[in-house]
């Protein structure tokens, strides 16, 4: 079955920072890519590695990874996540009912994570709880925060040694973009350019590709090699990366670095897919314009594998976002497309837990949480249909062989809506009150029906998703001490620490 045809229904079986080494690698032509991410990540993520191991005997720490597939709510799950960690001892049980430490607390602090650029929690956090409260910008990059929870403990060795016992709770903040680069460690430049490139093809792409596509035409890979060219045609591709993004709301994009806001990408470091370049071959002789590209996309999984090594190996937690029902909104393309990203992540996650890959960092993932999020965008009795679509999209293949690490849920990190029943000729029937988005006055709405299963294709035309978008809930300073009002956020706890 053709590739495309296998994106539409959605069955699909489907990066560097760069270290002291990384010029002499990749020749005199190519400057230190992906300038912000060195900063960040890149030079500094041998310290960001040490500060991630370092774990104290007298402390239980656990290192949760948050990230998310485009628009799907990460910097809110973070700073309601940090915020409920931090106020739930203090409040009922019914406001976080998953907090194993609830009756033994004796302390809670918020900690920079050494070596870690923080997440800026205050601020978010200020957005949310303000008099006109707005949903908090995205961060970018990467970030962290630490909980630290001191707590008695009755355990027999530690009770002979003190009555306290500490526990951290290490959340690192992390593009979603980077994740999406984890299939290409196990792609060879050939068969990822094959897969990229019928992507391109495809009708949603195509015109959006098409400066790139007419641009590579000409590109002759036994050419001498001319950067200014090469830098050239891969600026045609990145921008049609973003154009995916921005105009079409697509997120399996590859290299997923190349769209990130927070990337200074050197120009001199992008590379595009080319499957007529094989490796080995005349066309990829020194000091053509085939070994020049190959070169460019060598160093770039060199970057996605040291930042695998140094930082996401050392993250045994990994809770991956997804916002489902914005691509159900947005028509068949986009929602396949988002089941494409995730079935690929998902592969590669299976395919890299292989005994032989032990030495690769994401052997050592114990627990992954797939969480659809913006549950509070449907009415409580569709939250089981969530779960199992998200269930159809990630396999049940990869679901078995993961059963004792991964989970799904669907959860709201702040809940905007309120669930009621309303008469409809006589019957009750669900509906959500809220504050829609640029509206002002709270609405009793009716979302309908989500699919359990990924829809058919004869399906889409027939079915309407009526997913609204809604203004932040108005909480005021009352919620500074308690967790603000949520969905199953206390389950993502529950189930990282099972």
């Not at 792409?205 to 596509?213: C, I, K, N, V």
């Amino acid at each position: 079955m053709p590739f495309i045809l296998r994106l539409a229904i959605l069955r699909t079986r489907t990066v560097p920072t760069c270290g002291p080494d990384f010029l002499g690698a990749i020749g005199r032509n190519l400057v230190t890519p992906l300038s912000r991410l060195k900063t960040v990540a890149g030079s500094a993520l041998e310290s960001v590695g040490a500060a991630l191991d370092a774990s104290p005997l007298s402390v239980r720490r656990h290192r949760i990874a948050v990230t998310g597939l485009q628009r799907s709510g990460k910097t809110v799950f973070i700073t309601a996540f940090a915020h409920a960690l931090m106020t739930a001892a203090r409040a009922p049980m019914a406001a976080f009912p998953f907090f194993p430490w609830r009756e033994h607390v004796r302390s809670v602090e918020l900690l920079e994570i050494p070596g870690v650029p923080r997440f800026p929690f205050e601020e978010r956090l200020g957005q949310l709880l303000a008099e006109k409260p707005e949903w908090p910008a995205p961060t970018t990059g990467l970030g962290g925060l630490r909980i630290r929870i001191r707590h008695g403990d009755v355990s027999l060795l530690r009770s002979a040694l003190s009555s306290t016992a500490t526990t951290d709770l290490d959340l690192i903040d992390y593009p979603g973009e980077w994740l999406l680069d984890l299939p290409m460690i196990g792609q060879s430049f050939r068969d990822w350019s094959l897969q990229m490139e019928e992507l391109a093809h495809s009708t949603a792409r195509r015109e959006l590709a098409q400066p790139w596509l007419d641009a590579v035409l000409s590109f002759d890979p036994a050419a001498p090699e001319n950067p200014i060219e090469l830098t050239r045609i891969a600026a045609l591709y990145r921008d049609y990366l973003g154009r995916c993004r921005e105009e079409r709301n697509l997120c399996f994009v590859q290299p997923g670095r190349f769209v990130t806001a927070d990337e200074a990408v050197d120009p001199a470091t992008l590379f595009f897919p080319l499957s007529r370049l094989r490796p080995g071959l005349g066309a990829a002789k020194r000091g053509t314009m085939g070994a020049a590209l190959l070169a460019r996309h060598a160093a770039y999984l060199k970057l996605v594998r040291q930042f695998h090594r140094d930082v996401f190996g050392r993250l045994g937690k990994q809770v991956l976002l997804v916002d489902l029902l914005s691509a159900l909104q947005q028509g068949r393309d986009s929602f396949a497309d988002l089941g494409l990203a995730i079935r690929s992540i998902s592969d590669a996650f299976d395919e890299l837990r292989h005994p032989l890959l032990k030495m690769l960092p994401v052997a050592r993932v114990d627990r992954l949480a797939l969480v659809a999020t913006k549950a509070d965008h449907v009415t409580a009795d569709q939250h089981a249909n969530l779960v199992n679509l998200l269930r159809d999209i990630v396999g049940e293949p990869f679901l078995l062989a993961t059963a004792r690490q991964s989970g799904l849920l669907a959860v709201a990190s702040v809940r905007a809506t309120t669930d009621l029943k309303l008469r409809v000729n006589d019957l009750a029937m669900p509906f959500l009150r809220g504050i829609p988005a640029g509206r002002d006055e709270v609405l009793d709405l009716q979302p309908g029906v989500i699919p359990g299963t990924i829809p058919a294709m004869d399906q889409w035309d027939e079915v309407a998703f009526h997913i609204r978008r809604f203004e932040p809930p108005r909480l005021g300073p009352g919620f500074a001490d308690r967790p603000l009002p949520h969905i199953n956020l206390d389950k993502v706890l529950q189930f990282l620490l099972a």
